[in-house]
């Protein structure tokens, strides 16, 4: 166990020797660790840490904690077990890995601090792994596994690394906290470290993480939510930034004309002046962003907008009356937060989250998009900017502190009612605010990663079949946390290189995650038999959303083979381009007797009960929706 710490560049580590039992004093004698467990059947072992100051004065000038590591001593026996590795934020992928596999971040660090956290240092070892908020170790042979989890936010991020031996042993399990700031630490003073929960099981690690979720919403999370989940229409993924007034008013007219059962309409990208200048729409929207809202009301529907609240770029006004608000780095040089070529050459920046001109800001922009231009649903994105590394104004906040402290007062601007969905969010902090999140990266017209992002080895690369191994793993989020957004469906055939049995597949995963649920077509143009597909999915959908699913076989593959929703669906899938006969075991209570018709067709499906496992054939890409 260790604590690092700096002094301007001077870095120092501090290990941790006992003193008596749950006290430790670091070599360095500035720090006191105390460590209390209570362990109960059911819920197992929870894991108190408090970290002390010992010095008799405050910490001098330049003085700042980086992190804390602890040494946890509960590790499974045995060898053969696999890891479920939780990403940071929206787009980091969750998923099951293999012991045997290497924790290789994106190859680009602007990759890596855009997608995954920064804080983060992935050795790219074998055997040894980073896994975000929580992770599972699980051995599918003999069906033991422990749970590893905070069971609260705290001040600080939380992390653990895993390392395994080589037969697939566990050798070490730490659990390791983002501090990066100065604590108020005043003499003897105790800060208090989130909670850890360590919970050893047998079979089923899809019911312990969702137990998990539940316990972790009861405890953090929004309280109660609605029982339909926001449906409708959402610009990007046909228009990217290529969107104007009448592109808007066009796709409006098209889902009354259709008759979509749809409850909001959202305008992305596209609509701004400049990244930061929020409140002033460029010239494609000459009428103003209100004029919109209203028509969007007109018609019956909910107008919702998007913006990214911790972005600037160069040529904002903002960034040229506001240098101060911007966050910089050690050498007064601003911090690039994402390098995206669609918002025009060069980086975009972060604001400083903690600067009373940047929060002044982000207080007028959320006010007037609510209470002046009348949008009850904010799509907020890229909101890890307001975690990154920087020299901030107000030092004494973690990176998730001062994240948590914006975010609260957005929701203390736009109120209990305005619907906010989060993208791009690291995930724990979120908790408690959101209404909805983004449990995925982007989708695509796509299936696979594209191959540069295949040759640059991002593991998080925007795709159709990476944002559905997220919908699936995360999916017990779903009402627990929030409600779950798995991004937007995309059914139509033009400017689309996914097959039908791509699309469907797709539809399958959303429609019966029950989670939020928009298509991001040209409605205007939409072939009639994806329109069929289109209406069958908000069906289905609308079926499933008051209920938590959940994932099937998270250990089995790296993309699960099965989602089951308590309303009574059992989602089946094969991913693959070849034809696959898909195996699970039965999830406890699910009707084992003919006939299974699938929902899509009305045709039965030969669903075969073999040894307490359901099976069929599946063709390549296949899905069935089936009623248990």
């Not at 070599?27 to 894991?47: D, H, N």
Request: proline share 6%.
């Amino acid at each position: 166990m260790k604590i690092q710490y700096r002094v301007h560049n001077s870095v120092t580590i501090s290990n941790f020797l006992p003193i008596k039992a749950g006290v430790y004093q670091s070599e360095c004698k500035k720090f006191e660790l105390l460590l209390t467990s209570a362990t109960e059947a059911k819920t197992g072992t929870v894991l108190s840490p408090k970290l002390i100051w010992r010095e008799s004065t405050r910490p001098e000038v330049g003085f700042s904690v980086d992190h804390l590591e602890l040494e946890l001593s509960l590790l499974p026996e045995g060898g053969g077990y696999s890891l479920f590795q939780h990403g940071y934020q929206s787009w980091s992928i969750s998923r099951k890995v293999e012991s045997t596999a290497v924790d290789k971040p994106p190859f680009l660090s602007f990759l890596q601090y855009s997608q995954e956290n920064i804080y983060s240092k992935h050795e790219s070892k074998v055997g040894k792994f980073i896994s975000e908020y929580l992770t599972l170790v699980f051995n599918k042979d003999t069906g033991n596994g422990i749970l590893y989890a905070p069971i609260e936010q705290g001040e600080f991020g939380t992390k653990f690394e895993v390392v395994f031996g080589e037969s697939g042993n566990v050798t070490s399990v730490k659990v390791i906290y983002d501090v990066h700031c100065l604590p108020d630490l005043r003499p003897n003073a105790k800060l208090s470290i989130a909670k850890i929960k360590v919970q050893t099981f047998k079979g089923n690690p899809e019911g312990i993480l969702a137990k998990y979720f539940e316990e972790l919403g009861n405890k953090e999370g929004p309280g109660n939510l609605p029982k339909k989940v926001p449906t409708g229409w959402c610009s990007w993924y046909y228009y990217y930034t290529k969107i104007d007034q009448k592109t808007i008013l066009d796709n409006l007219a098209k889902v009354r004309e259709l008759n979509l059962p749809f409850e909001f309409f959202q305008i992305d990208d596209g609509y701004q002046k400049e990244i930061g200048d929020w409140l002033v729409p460029n010239d494609k929207f000459p009428g103003g962003m209100r004029i919109l809202a209203d028509e969007i009301k007109r018609v019956g529907l909910k107008p919702g907008i998007w913006l990214a609240p911790f972005l600037v770029r160069k040529k904002s006004e903002f960034f040229r009356k506001y240098p101060e608000a911007i966050l910089k780095d050690q050498n007064g040089k601003p911090v690039p937060a994402i390098y995206q070529p669609l918002w025009g050459r060069g980086y975009t920046y972060a604001l400083d989250i903690t600067h009373p001109t940047a929060l002044a800001y982000i207080e007028k922009v959320f006010s007037t998009l609510v209470k002046e231009w009348g949008y009850p649903y904010l799509k907020l994105d890229f909101l890890y900017a307001g975690l990154l590394p920087g020299d901030v104004y107000n030092k004494s906040l973690s990176p998730q502190a001062r994240y948590r402290n914006a975010l609260e007062l957005i929701r203390k601007v736009v109120g209990k009612n305005t619907f906010l969905l989060g993208c791009g969010a690291p995930m724990l902090p979120s908790v408690g605010i959101f209404d909805g999140m983004r449990i995925s990266c982007d989708v695509a017209p796509f299936w696979y990663p594209e191959k540069l992002r295949v040759f640059l080895k991002d593991r998080d690369a925007l795709c159709t079949r990476t944002a559905l191994i997220n919908d699936i793993t995360r999916s017990s989020m779903h009402r627990h946390l929030w409600l779950n957004d798995p991004d937007c469906l995309l059914v139509r055939k033009k400017r689309n290189k996914m097959n039908e049995a791509q699309t469907k597949l797709m539809a399958s995963v959303m429609a019966v995650s029950g989670g939020m649920l928009l298509v991001s077509d040209d409605l205007t143009k939409l072939e009639t038999d994806r329109l069929d597909l289109l209406k069958k999915a908000f069906q289905l959908n609308r079926e499933c959303q008051a209920y938590t699913p959940v994932p099937i076989g998270i250990f089995q593959n790296e993309f699960p083979p099965a989602m089951y929703n308590p309303a009574g669906y059992l989602g089946i899938w094969n991913p693959t381009e070849e034809e696959q006969t898909i195996r699970f075991a039965i999830p406890q209570g699910l009707k084992t007797k003919a006939p299974f018709l699938d929902f899509w067709t009305g045709t039965m499906v030969d669903l075969r009960v073999v040894d307490g496992h359901f099976e069929t054939t599946l063709p390549a890409f296949g899905s069935v929706v089936v009623s248990v």
